[in-house]
């Protein structure tokens, strides 16, 4: 098997619209998910009980990110709440003021109903997912938030992952069938068709 790199994603974290705080670091958001911080007053927030949502465990690429690159292999805490679907996810966070939740970034930048925070390395160093200045929710979807593609393609954003296409070499149609599929997504027109959709060009 040959991977071959076409685009770029990355894990945002959403919160609450309504919830006022500056961003997060990605300790403070291990902490979250492992269940040591359970209020937001602990990371610079209000004195609000914090609602974890996540997408099971086992449930795809987004949540292995963040259990591989952020929790560090450790266990979602038990004040973790788990959805079947990024949309139901959305949904709870719209409506729970002390709510957080994170998912791939096309799914989360642009949505009106809640807030895509920066994060950061260390507290010094946080970096929008979204291009400033934010736009708020009463001004969706008229103007809608966009993804901080130069951030996600530099490597300051600190939450990203390459998308791939993987190619089966043995010489024979699949190997040809994965080959034209790469071609086609690193070509211009690809390459166009993967920005629209929100992932970032690798091109």
Do not use: H
Request: net charge positive.
């Amino acid at each position: 098997m040959q991977q071959i790199p076409v685009a770029i994603d990355g894990l945002v974290v959403a919160v609450n619209p309504a919830l006022t705080i500056s961003g997060l670091t990605l300790a403070q958001l291990k902490s979250i998910y492992t269940g040591q911080v359970t209020n937001w007053n602990q990371v610079g927030g209000p004195n609000l009980n914090i609602t974890p949502y996540s997408r099971p465990a086992d449930s795809g690429g987004t949540v292995e990110l963040l259990m591989k690159d952020i929790m560090n292999g450790e266990q979602f805490g038990n004040n973790v709440q788990f959805v079947k679907t990024t949309t139901i996810g959305l949904r709870k966070l719209a409506k729970d003021p002390g709510g957080i939740y994170f998912a791939s970034a096309p799914e989360v930048v642009p949505q009106c109903t809640v807030k895509p925070l920066p994060v950061g390395r260390n507290p010094n160093q946080l970096v929008t997912p979204y291009q400033k200045p934010l736009v708020p929710s009463s001004q969706c979807p008229a103007q809608r938030n966009l993804l901080n593609i130069e951030a996600f393609r530099s490597g300051e954003y600190p939450i990203t992952r390459n998308l791939f296409v993987v190619v089966k070499k043995n010489g024979q149609l699949e190997e040809q069938v994965g080959i034209a599929y790469k071609n086609l997504l690193l070509s211009a027109q690809g390459q166009e068709l993967i920005g629209q959709i929100g992932f970032v060009r690798i091109r």
